[in-house]
């Protein structure tokens, strides 16, 4: 158990409708990441939120926008959805001491019909 | 644009072999890279990192190898045991606090 908490573990749904995954990082970890990681893809980077404000961002669509709250959990919002955002959509949070290790949910399975 | 690149998709060895996974980056910014493993259904797990003052780092039965010259990193697993058939991901970035760039993976079976 990496201590970070996705829900929900599956998800399927329409083409052109909007969902949210959320993420709950390590007790005391500031920094959430997402990635996407689409069928035989590896882990796309999407953005990167610390402590509530964005500090990177990668290549995720003008659809989908997240953001991270006051209690540190952080939510992806996936809008207007096609059937290429299929994917799993990973959140991790980073090791409070930086050394770049970072601890992954299990994944939240968007299937998009 | 890859800037993290494994090239082979798969690879299978025989338990008690030696077990090699390869690792191409372009980005010359990158000075620390990493290995994580994920099993179906897990999400990915740190397995051995290695920063580029070194050129090789070793845990057990995984040892990383960085070949800064040649923008080549690899993981040997020594002996390689079944419970290592996983997808490895090869992460690299420019510095601890930036954002990891992961590559495609390589899936490796180690048959018994």
């Known amino acids: 158990d990496s201590g970070v908490t996705q829900t929900p573990k599956h998800l399927i749904t329409a083409t052109g409708q909007r969902v949210t995954l959320r993420c709950s990082p390590r007790s005391g970890d500031l920094s959430v990441y997402w990635y996407q990681q689409s069928l035989d893809q590896g882990l796309q980077f999407l953005i990167q939120y610390y402590n509530g404000e964005e500090r990177a961002k990668g290549n995720i669509l003008e659809r989908f926008s997240a953001q991270q709250f006051p209690d540190l959990h952080s939510e992806l919002n996936l809008s207007s959805l096609e059937l290429g955002d299929s994917a799993l959509y990973f959140c991790?949070?980073?090791?409070?001491?930086?050394?770049?290790?970072?601890?992954f949910g299990e994944g939240s399975r968007l299937t998009v019909l | 644009d890859q800037q993290v690149k494994q090239n082979s998709p798969s690879l299978s060895v025989q338990e008690g072999r030696i077990s090699i996974l390869n690792c191409d980056y372009t980005n010359s910014m990158f000075d620390y890279f990493l290995w994580y493993k994920k099993y179906p259904a897990e999400g990915p797990t740190f397995l051995i990192s290695?920063?580029?003052?070194?050129d090789k780092n070793e845990d057990g039965r995984f040892t990383v190898f960085l070949n800064k010259s040649a923008k080549h990193l690899s993981l040997h697993i020594v002996p390689s045991q079944p419970g290592d058939s996983a997808v490895y991901f090869c992460a690299a970035s420019a510095g601890n606090t930036d954002k990891l760039i992961f590559g495609t993976g390589t899936r490796l079976q180690v048959f018994p």
């Open positions: 991790a949070s980073e090791d409070r001491t930086n050394t770049g290790e970072l601890f």
């Open positions: 290695i920063s580029s003052i070194k």
